[in-house]
């Protein structure tokens, strides 16, 4: 079945470093991707989405391109905050039928220090 | 506009229970779908609704249910709770599920904990 892998966490950068997070997926058909960020004690919100290959999400200076060649769709942004610190997840919705489910990867915890 | 709202935020049970969590979509949307959060499982799908029909459902026992009334809300209900049922329950509601590319969006989620 469809699934999503993400890279293991924590990752653990200073304030203004690069930030890459790696998101490959697994689906049939042509799926919609998406990432997500879960601040402390809060619920999902949309950070980017990207619903066809080559099309570039980008939001708040995160990136991410949908790469069908290398199924993947890796997170980026060049000048992190402190306040990025958040928990990612990358996830992928289906094409197969109407209301399909978000299909997410384990998340990655990102701790951004001054 | 204001986002998804979920009631309550904390619930606290014993093992046995059962337990109901509300869930008001955005307004407009018709969609609502829950999620399971945990730390060992990550986030996992219940079941969604569209227009107070069970549209989809994941792998889960038939201890959870839910369903949609006709102004969209949403309620999801476990019960003979168990110890494992521990987890924060999502609610996402979007326009009309008619596609992989409509956005869901999140509510804060219902944080349970089973005694």
């Known amino acids: 079945g469809d699934s999503v892998t993400q890279m293991e966490g924590p990752v653990t950068l200073s304030e203004e470093a690069f930030l890459t997070i790696n998101c490959t997926y697994t689906a049939t058909g042509y799926p919609s991707l998406f990432w997500y960020v879960q601040y402390p004690g809060e619920g999902l919100q949309l950070l980017l989405k990207?619903?066809?290959?080559?099309d570039k999400g980008s939001n708040k200076g995160f990136e991410a391109t949908y790469r069908k060649e290398t199924t993947s769709f890796h997170l980026e942004k060049g000048s992190v905050q402190v306040s990025d610190s958040a928990v990612y997840f990358c996830a992928l919705r289906s094409s197969n039928q109407a209301g399909t489910a978000l299909i997410f990867g384990k998340g990655t915890t990102l701790s951004v220090s001054s | 506009k204001a986002g998804v709202t979920q009631t309550p935020r904390y619930l606290i049970k014993t093992r046995g229970q059962q337990v109901t969590l509300s869930c008001s979509p955005i307004s407009g949307h018709r969609s609502v779908s829950w999620y399971q959060q945990t730390p060992g499982q990550g986030l996992q799908f219940l079941f969604e609704?569209?227009?107070?029909?069970?549209?989809n459902k994941g792998n889960f026992p038939g201890r959870f249910s839910g369903r949609q009334f006709s102004n969209s809300r949403s309620e999801m209900n476990v019960s003979t709770l168990e110890l494992g049922d521990s987890a924060l329950y999502l609610c996402?509601?979007?326009?009309?599920?008619?596609?992989?590319?409509?956005?869901?969006?999140f509510g804060p989620g219902t944080r349970l904990l089973v005694l």
């Open positions: 990207a619903t066809k290959a080559d």
């Open positions: 996402a509601s979007s326009l009309s599920s008619g596609g992989p590319q409509e956005t869901q969006y």
């Open positions: 609704y569209f227009s107070e029909t069970q549209r």
